[in-house]
């Protein structure tokens, strides 16, 4: 496929189909490779998967916390779930915010709720401030997503991701006090 071609779909002046229907010839090696490459990669993870099930399952009893949920959905077990008023507490606070901000990125005139506590406001003098460059900002995010998946991840993972973020700001400041940034 020549140059302009792709760069007439990259700005959106042509497309896949001619006016008449039918896919133009030129995009069938690059249709074909990436199909191909897919199926190679797919097929890939669905092997190593299989050759590191025994271990995972059988040897080392690896919990799989985020199936969890849907299996108390498949079982008998998932009715009181659904009368469970703390699980539909937590199911309308997600869905309320990200329904908030949601409208407020098709509709900017609605107020967006924060979600973002950015460190950089308030650590404005020196050494404080080398714990949040430009280049790495220091900010805490409320996500629900992440906090449902931290609840369901043990404990120990949970609390080094914490750690070890914490930790990098540390070092930020003791590299900035030792004049070494």
Same mark, same amino acid.
């Given at each position: 496929m020549d140059r302009t071609r792709r760069a007439e779909f990259g700005t959106g002046d042509t497309c896949i189909r001619r006016r008449s229907g039918r896919p133009r010839i030129e995009w069938l090696p690059s249709i074909l490779f990436w199909g191909f490459f897919f199926v190679i990669l797919f097929l890939t993870c669905f092997c190593l998967t299989g050759l590191l099930r025994r271990r995972w399952i059988d040897i080392e009893r690896l919990g799989f916390p985020l199936l969890v949920l849907p299996f108390q959905f498949l079982t008998l077990a998932g009715a009181?779930?659904?009368? *469970?008023k703390i699980?539909?507490?937590?199911? /309308?606070v997600p869905a309320a915010l990200f329904g908030i901000n949601g =409208? +407020? +990125?098709?509709?900017?005139a609605m107020n967006q709720v924060t979600t #973002?506590?950015?460190?950089?406001?308030?650590?404005?003098?020196?050494?404080? *401030?080398?714990? /949040?460059?430009? #280049?790495?900002p220091f900010r805490f995010e409320f996500s629900p997503l992440l906090t449902g998946i931290?609840?369901?991840?043990?404990?120990?993972?949970?609390?080094? #991701?914490?750690?070890?973020?914490?930790? #990098?700001?540390?070092?930020?400041?003791?590299? +900035?006090?030792?004049? =070494?940034?």
């Open positions: 009181p779930l659904l009368r *469970n699980f539909w507490w937590g199911m /309308a =409208l +407020h +990125h098709y509709y900017p #973002t506590l950015d460190f950089r406001d308030f650590l404005l003098d020196v050494p404080w *401030n080398a714990m /949040a460059p430009f #280049t790495s931290a609840f369901l991840m043990p404990v120990e993972v949970s609390f080094s #991701t914490w750690f070890f973020y914490l930790l #990098t700001r540390v070092q930020l400041l003791g590299t +900035h006090l030792i004049g =070494l940034f």
